[in-house]
């Protein structure tokens, strides 16, 4: 009988979400980065920016990345494509592409989303908590999708770019979906039904994501797991209600893993708009680590898993949506 460990390395694991500290001119994190390999994750999407965060810090923030990252080609690839992901894969490399968190990072001009495209930003949200030009936040007076949301949907869609509804108010989520020309995903986000949070996700919403073909990443977030809950079990009760009501087809990871925990103190106390603390933030945020990945399967392994459908989850999902939505790189 196959061990968690034995599947985790016979597949293709993919992180839809992680979080190394944006500050353009320290690297002193990135080394860290090494943690996602050596708990068998193959594939990992970084963050470059997130709320206000406007342009200037996003290309700042994608040009330290890739820089680093490109003087250490025996270590990673910058994925493009997603056969450059299967490469890393057979070379025994972490794949890295990157994501956005609102649409701050175009400010009003959607043409920078081929330029971000075509620098390996692979998915973007269009609000984070609040509203901005483009869409309402899950923790604002949700205003819905504006014509500039739609225009630059148009715009994400042209090049292959994933559009993303985590963050976004429930409103907003609806007519992203509605209006969708294919697969949307919740990046990074987990059912209310198992935990009361306004940026956890309804079921209809879960069930209108699967109906695009898209998929719903879980989080491993401790105020939106439980109260500041991150055990193993208690993210494999989120990932499980998931999968019962829209199906491993359209379940993924997306653990949201903050290598600063500083930084997001910081951030936290600075950006109450963002991070109210009434809503669980006064106290910090705990995070599911990369190295639970083997005891979150075990977990899944003990329900009476499959073996195909835990492959789906841990990446093939994310595989499909990849192969159907990215485009060719101009």
Not at 185 to 211: K, W, Y
Not at 263 to 271: K, L, R
């Amino acid at each position: 009988m196959k061990t968690a460990r034995n599947i985790i390395d016979g597949c293709l694991i993919w992180d839809n979400h992680g979080c190394l500290p944006l500050r353009p001119h320290d690297e002193s994190f990135l080394p860290q980065l090494a943690r996602y390999r050596a708990a068998g994750i193959d594939h990992i999407s970084l963050n470059i920016g997130f709320g206000d965060d406007g342009i200037e810090q996003h290309v700042r923030m994608i040009a330290s990345f890739r820089h680093w990252l490109a003087q250490r080609a025996s270590e990673y690839v910058l994925v493009r494509t997603v056969e450059d992901i299967e490469h890393a894969r057979a070379t025994g490399r972490l794949a890295v592409s990157f994501d956005i968190e609102g649409a701050n990072a175009v400010g009003d001009q959607a043409s920078l989303v081929q330029l971000y495209f075509d620098l390996g930003v692979r998915w973007m949200l269009l609000a984070y908590n609040r509203n901005n030009s483009a869409a309402g936040g899950c923790l604002d007076e949700d205003s819905g999708l504006t014509d500039f949301g739609r225009r630059l949907m148009d715009e994400m869609h042209r090049v292959g770019m994933l559009v993303c509804c985590s963050h976004s108010g429930e409103r907003t989520a609806r007519d992203v979906m509605a209006y969708a020309q294919g697969p949307v995903v919740f990046s990074h986000s987990n059912p209310t039904a198992v935990r009361q949070h306004p940026r956890n996700i309804s079921d209809a919403l879960m069930r209108q994501c699967a109906a695009t073909g898209g998929v719903v990443g879980i989080n491993g977030v401790g105020p939106f797991l439980g109260d500041n809950d991150i055990r193993s079990e208690t993210f494999v009760r989120h990932l499980d209600y998931a999968v019962q009501l829209i199906g491993p087809q359209h379940v993924a990871l997306g653990l949201d893993y903050v290598f600063d925990q500083a930084e997001i103190d910081a951030g936290m106390a600075e950006m109450k708009h963002i991070f109210p603390p009434e809503l669980g933030f006064a106290s910090g945020m705990n995070f599911v680590r990369p190295e639970q990945l083997e005891e979150i399967m075990e977990g899944l392994m003990r329900l009476g898993y499959r073996e195909c459908d835990l492959q789906a989850i841990l990446g093939g999902n994310l595989m499909r949506v990849a192969r159907q939505v990215w485009k060719a790189p101009s």
